[in-house]
T-cell receptor, first 114, second 113 residues
């Protein structure tokens, strides 16, 4: 069965500093991995996705993630945090055969201070 | 804006009651799924509907049921409410291509007292 583990429940950064949100996955076959973001009182929004093409994936708002099979990781990064990046971030693995089911991690809350 | 709308946004029920949550999918999307997000947790898959038929279900009891209508709007029904059913319920839709991207509504927050 597929699963993801988000290693940090909270990450605090200062505005303008780099962001690193960590995610490890477990999958019996080559996974499709995603990062979703949830702003307060908003629905979930897709940030980026990996589907076995390039291992470095670029998403919206300057975020990117690198798929590392040897480390079973899919960490999310951004060179410079902005106040508007404060939100809950979810690493997600998906089953694409048969019915589609997203398996979410427990989430990482990103706090950005001025 | 994802084009997915849910109602009501908030509601309070008491244990044992029944609740119906509604979702209007993005135009052209024929697949809808429902997720439960308990406080401090990631969303958990409840079930999925495709062209009015349930075609996938997570680890939820039968008192969680759903419907999808010909216009692809959807309902989630929960009977015999329990305190642990308190959560944010998210509806998500997608089109025919299975790209993995879902479009989520803002959710219905249910509190069971």
């Amino acid at each position: 069965a597929q699963s993801v583990t988000q290693l940090d429940s909270h990450v605090s950064v200062s505005e303008g500093t780099p962001v690193l949100l960590r995610c490890n996955y477990s999958s019996s076959y080559s996974p499709s991995l995603f990062w979703y973001v949830q702003h307060p009182n908003k629905g979930l929004q897709l940030l980026l996705k990996y589907t076995s093409a390039a291992t470095l994936v670029k998403g919206i708002n300057g975020f990117e993630a690198e798929f590392k099979k040897s480390e079973t990781s899919f960490h999310l990064t951004k060179p410079s945090a902005h106040m508007s990046d404060a939100a809950e971030y979810f690493c997600v693995v998906i089953r694409l055969t048969g019915f589609q089911k997203l398996v979410f991690g427990t989430g990482t809350r990103l706090l950005v201070s001025p | 804006e994802t084009g997915v709308t849910q109602s009501p946004t908030h509601l309070i029920k008491t244990r044992g009651q029944q609740v119906t949550l509604r979702c209007s999918s993005q135009s052209g999307h024929n697949t809808v799924s429902w997720y439960q997000q308990a406080l401090g947790q990631g969303p958990q898959f409840i079930f999925q509907y495709y062209r009015e038929e349930e075609n996938g279900r997570g680890n939820f009891p039968p008192r969680f049921s759903g419907l999808q209508f010909p216009n692809y709007s959807s309902e989630l029904n929960v009977n015999a409410l329990e305190l642990d059913d308190s959560a944010l319920y998210l509806c998500a839709s997608r089109g025919g291509r299975n790209t993995g991207e879902l479009f989520f509504g803002e959710g219905s927050r249910l509190t069971v007292l």
